[in-house]
């Protein structure tokens, strides 16, 4: 598998596997096939297992790899995990920051973390902008960024970054202003959905093409996050979606992509993904897969390599 640039946390594969699949959160699984899915992707050439708290009940994901390097330990492979700082909901945010990474640590079994994201929503600076379950930008920069170097210097994490799902005016500056991160995530596929990561409404607009080039401007690896925008650039939703939710609208969006998948002799799944993985500025792919069968077909979409300039230009007309 390809190994690209991660900025200062070193080389990574360009495919990482997430934790919404093995964790359930994406359809059902169960814990050995979860498991032993984890072993596969190792295997496969994975170094890195992108994870969180709340992937799954009871932190289900973190459960799984856990349970998975305990059989096999990888030392090599880089895990991260995240923690959501809803600031109007916390008092304490460094407080949380730190019980919530010790606690996805004793789950995995391990005593560092590669990379340690702030897992909500950034808001800008003022106050004009507000929505529930977000982190404002006084409260990022007075508390989260201290609150990360502590923990680094502590031994306890390698690194640090966000989910890039914020307000874009919040993320940019984020990108730029002080200390910069170690990494981002951001919305990355080829229809350019973001479904219900925009919680904003008539606030602004998702930006995320920008976004990703502001990032690579600024050095910043970018983790490409929902590539088949949870499940909307698939074969078929497999999991019960309620009509109302932004993934069910953007499914029946993507029927000309399904049907230019077809034309191009690929999967919709495989063409999302080597969509992904083709763009400038993304340092790794994340996955959503759930099962070895899942996997297996990424895999080998990866090894195929990028779109070709038709192949590329066929998928982007489609916006």
Known sequence: MEARDFGRLGRVSALTLGGGGIGGVLGPTDRDEAVATVHAAIDA???????????????????VVGAALRESPAPEVMITTKVQLP??????????MRWSLEASLARLGRDRIDLFLVHSWLRPAGGEITAPRTLGWEHYVDEVVPAFTRLQEDGLIRGWG??????PSAIRVALTAGPCPYAVQMVVNALDL??????????GQPENPALVA????????VMAIRPVAAGALTDELDRDVDPDHPTYADFARAAGFRARAAELGQTPAALAHRYALSVPGVATVVLGVKNRTELAEV?????????TEDERQAVTELR
């Open 45 to 63: 050439g994975i170094t890195l297992l992108d994870l969180a708290p709340t992937y799954g009940p009871d932190s289900e994901a973190e459960q």
């Open 299 to 307: 895999v080998a979409a990866e090894a195929q390599g990028p779109l």
């Open 194 to 203: 973001t479904g219900d990561m925009w919680i904003f409404g008539n606030d």
């Open 214 to 221: 502001a990032a690579a401007d600024a050095g910043v690896p």
């Open 162 to 167: 966000l989910t890039g799902v914020g307000h």
């Open 87 to 96: 600031d109007a909901e916390i008092d304490d945010l460094p407080g949380r």
